[in-house]
């Protein structure tokens, strides 16, 4: 037989769906307005924490992915791993690839036009290996280079990797009072790693980067044992439903928008300098940022309709069917 792998349609919950597009804003807010300052860090104080949506994001996947995989990963086969590492794989990778792809084009125009970028270290060739493989967080490069936010995927794959054993673990969790704990534990066994060794969250590669992915996202596992052992999961009914409908939309193409925004940012800031940014008054600032944003939407909307969700359609049985018999 072969083996069986989830049911996205029948595990999917659109109100986690529609939390990814928080974290997604969080990061593009901050990014936008370190590139394109509109002053809105000082009215809205944590557009200057945005980096804490990835944190969120890791724990949200977490409990995401134990939600669609520990049914068929508790007691895992040979095939059902290949398949749940064949699907997270189609859905990281499309979209990496692409954007790495773009940049590489757009840094060899540059650089046959004499232009220089401000940050020359993070465009270095003989990095490329570690990007095309999903290792460059994992310790083998100084910094992430290239697409900087990719560094989260690489450490994500590294979750992915060992949720298997950990899916097997936490089938051993009986009670929800411990899954609790658990989650409780995780979390703080990675603030206080990080408060001995002195890392900070914008150490991006390397062990505090494996060590934040991997505590965040047992926390999240563990909680949605948790849940799983109360038998409830509370969804949103009604007009919470209708309300949330936009956020749920952007939630789809979070992942697009957090790949795109980077490189988006890079370039854009540089033509809003040559239209003479710096000289405009505070209803331009925000009309460029406003614009930006609006920008990367549409490219991240795009990004998501041509590539990643056809990539995922057409990829995702492939495995199945190598899965042996």
């Known amino acids: 037989m072969r083996a069986k792998h989830p049911s996205s349609a029948a595990q999917y919950v659109p109100a986690l769906t529609g939390i990814r597009a928080l974290a997604a804003l969080l990061v593009l807010g901050m990014h936008t307005e370190q590139n394109v300052p509109a002053g809105l860090d000082s009215l809205l104080p944590f557009f200057?924490?945005?980096?804490?949506?990835?944190?969120?994001?890791?724990?949200?996947?977490?409990?995401?992915?134990?939600?669609?995989?520990?049914a068929s990963l508790a007691s895992p086969s040979r095939s059902a791993v290949q398949i749940f590492l064949w699907h997270r794989l189609i859905r990281l990778y499309p979209v990496h690839i692409t954007i790495l792809a773009g940049l590489v084009a757009i840094v060899s125009l540059a650089h046959a036009a004499g232009f220089t970028f401000n940050n020359p270290q993070e465009w270095q060739w003989n990095e490329l290996l570690w990007q095309l493989t999903l290792l460059h967080a994992w310790g083998v490069t100084a910094s992430p280079g290239w697409n900087a936010p990719s560094w989260s995927i690489s450490a994500e794959w590294f979750a992915y990797l060992l949720f298997p054993l950990l899916a097997a673990a936490l089938m051993w969790v009986r009670e929800r009072a411990i899954a609790l704990l658990i989650a409780v534990a995780a979390l703080a066994a990675t603030a206080l790693l990080f408060a001995v060794a002195g890392w900070t969250l914008n150490t991006w590669v390397g062990a505090p980067a494996l060590a934040r992915v991997f505590g965040e996202f047992v926390c999240g596992a563990a909680l949605c044992r948790a849940v799983a052992l109360s038998n409830k999961?509370?969804?949103?009914?009604?007009?919470?439903?209708?309300?949330?409908?936009?956020?749920?939309?952007?939630?789809?193409?979070?992942?697009?928008?957090?790949?795109?925004?980077?490189?988006?940012?890079?370039?854009?800031?540089?033509?809003?300098?040559?239209?003479?940014?710096a000289h405009w008054q505070a209803v331009g600032h925000m009309s460029a940022f406003m614009a930006t944003v609006v920008l990367i939407l549409a490219l991240a909307a795009t990004l998501?309709?041509?590539?990643?969700?056809?990539?995922?359609?057409?990829l995702r049985d492939q495995m199945g069917k190598l899965a042996p018999a």
């Open 48 to 70: 200057a924490r945005g980096y804490l949506g990835v944190d969120f994001f890791f724990v949200l996947s977490g409990f995401i992915i134990t939600h669609v995989y520990f």
């Open 233 to 277: 999961l509370a969804l949103p009914r009604g007009d919470i439903l209708a309300t949330s409908a936009f956020v749920a939309c952007l939630g789809e193409i979070s992942y697009s928008v957090y790949m795109v925004h980077f490189p988006v940012l890079i370039i854009i800031r540089r033509l809003w300098e040559w239209l003479g940014f």
């Open 304 to 314: 998501f309709y041509v590539v990643e969700r056809p990539a995922r359609s057409r």
